[in-house]
């Protein structure tokens, strides 16, 4: 059972357009949500985060929006970039201070064609 | 400063052995985590580490084991290999336990099971 699911594979964007990412949650409990990036070859990266108080975030060229009331959140950005391409992945997280560890989706691969 | 060091990179076993490998976590993070990726099933967590003591453990058997000594470096064993261990094996390292996010990932170690 996916608590964290990504629903689109992969994306294919145009340079300087917005891509969004999607991501859908299925546990209640998850209060903190995050995005990684991850290049071939490399661990992944930390992007953006979001507290379940909040339903934006921005850094950039990055925006993360939360919709606690249909578990879903997106990333947005723009303008995209050839070197945002990459996998992303959402994750989530819940649980006792000290105990909480990631949730993650099965990634979206983005492409940004020039 | 030096990122997260997994080793070896790459590793080829065969059904029944075992094998163990290496993390080493950004100087001065005390918490190293060990996360398990396979095709479509994005990342899984198999355990925490924090001061030497395991703090929190995910959903896998009694052959996924590990350890962390003194100086924070962590080892991740898994006994009587089966196929289906394939997988890149990613070690993250935070300062502080379980927080569910500040992670930074070190490049994996991929295991191939034959």
């Known amino acids: 059972d996916q608590q964290v699911k990504q629903n689109s594979p992969s994306l294919s964007v145009q340079e300087g357009r917005i891509s969004i990412l999607n991501c859908d949650y299925t546990?209640?409990?998850?209060?903190?949500f995050l995005w990684y990036k991850k290049y071939p070859a490399e661990g992944p990266t930390f992007l953006i985060s979001?507290?379940?108080?909040?339903d934006k975030n921005e850094d950039g060229r990055f925006t993360v929006f939360l919709n606690k009331s249909a578990k879903h959140l997106s990333l947005h950005i723009v303008p995209s970039q050839p070197g945002d391409s990459a996998v992303y992945f959402c994750?989530?997280?819940?649980?006792?201070?000290?105990?909480?560890?990631?949730?993650f989706g099965s990634g979206t691969r983005l492409q940004v064609q020039p | 400063k030096a990122g997260v060091t997994q080793t070896p990179r790459y590793l080829i076993k065969t059904r029944g052995q075992q094998v163990t490998l290496s993390c080493s976590p950004i100087?001065?993070?005390?918490?190293v985590s060990w996360y398990q990726q396979t095709p479509g099933q994005g990342l899984q967590f198999l355990f925490e580490?924090?001061?030497?003591?395991?703090?929190n453990k995910g959903n896998f058997p009694g052959r996924f084991s590990g350890r962390q000594f003194s100086n924070s470096r962590s080892e991740m064993n898994v006994s009587t290999l089966e196929l289906g261990d394939s997988a890149l094996y990613l070690c993250?390292?935070?300062?502080?336990?379980?927080?569910?996010?500040?992670?930074?990932f070190g490049s994996g170690t991929r295991l191939t099971v034959v």
């Open positions: 580490y924090f001061s030497e003591t395991q703090r």
């Open positions: 546990n209640s409990m998850f209060d903190y």
């Open positions: 979001i507290s379940s108080i909040k």
């Open positions: 100087s001065g993070h005390r918490s």
């Open positions: 993250a390292s935070s300062r502080i336990t379980g927080t569910g996010g500040g992670y930074t």
């Open positions: 994750a989530a997280s819940a649980g006792d201070t000290g105990r909480r560890a990631l949730t």
